[in-house]
């Protein structure tokens, strides 16, 4: 009888395909980059696939992301929620401050063509991207310049803006240095040809103290447009949602800076009351059915 239960269990799984949830991982020149797979009930990758990144220095199962799994697996969307490398093989968790920093802002853009390129080798020929905070502008950095014509639609998730002043603003007061002499170092050692060198920090991105590269340190705190999402709003030629938080502080232009774009069919704007950056609790489920209904557009 024993034998005959594990012949069936065996049939039955061979029958029912991929698990529904499975830590996937896949080789990204010198690093393994892994992500969760939570397939929808009765589909699979050739159904559409839903790639979800992270905000700055997290990861994909941060309470936002998970939460935005379960919430549309149930909706009967398929997703694939990335962790972004930031320079290490195999991460999980937030990334530790006590490392050097050599990732840059855009290494997260061939990190998302990678996964989506794996996507497709597994028979995905709809693929759609979702992208929260910082994740939101490289989602969309990636799908203004990369995206092939399997990515057929954009989620932003109160997606980052920037604005030089108000960086630097926000950089003197929470590591109380001026940014620009920063600024103005890093390139020094870029020039002297140290450009991959770390170099002493009094703080990066939320991280107090530490070392960064040049390269990296610049990436993320000299000024470029490309950071602020608006930017490839009109450069996007597939449709974008992008969903902000009534209460968000973190991104709280976003929704002024949205507006006079949005024309409700290329680009829509969905603003949810009561929402902060991290959509806790209902904000969550409104979210998702805000994402559901958009999808479910021809």
Known sequence: MKQILTAL????????????????????????????????GGKGPGDGVLVMTHGTL??????????????????????????LSLGISNRHN?????????????DAVEEIAAWVEWLKGRGARTIWLLGHSRGGN????????????????????????????????????????PLAPMVAQARDFIRAGHGNEPMELPGILYCKGGRATPESFLSYHGP??????????PKIKIPVLIIAGREDKIAGDLIA?????ADGRHIRLKVIED????????????????????????
């Open 224 to 233: 470029d447009v490309r950071r602020d999402t608006p930017y490839w709003l």
């Open 138 to 177: 490289q989602t969309a950095w990636y799908a203004a310049t990369r995206a092939p014509e399997e990515v057929t639609k954009v989620i932003l998730l109160a997606p980052m803006t920037d604005d030089e002043r108000r960086a630097a603003a926000a950089y003197k007061a929470r590591f109380g240095t």
């Open 9 to 40: 269990v065996a049939a039955f799984m061979a029958l029912s395909g991929p698990l529904a949830a499975e830590e996937v991982t896949i080789r990204h020149g010198q690093l393994v980059l892994n992500a969760n797979l939570e397939l929808a």
């Open 257 to 261: 800076r949205v507006k006079p774009l």
């Open 58 to 83: 997290a990861h994909n199962r941060m309470e936002i992301m998970a939460n935005l799994q379960e919430l549309l697996k149930a909706r009967g969307i398929s997703t694939l929620a990335i962790n």
């Open 275 to 298: 929402a902060d950056h991290f959509f806790r609790d209902f904000a969550a489920e409104d979210a998702a059915d805000a994402m559901a209904a958009f999808l479910s557009r021809p």
């Open 94 to 106: 937030m990334y530790d401050c006590n490392q050097p920093m050599r990732h840059r802002h855009a």
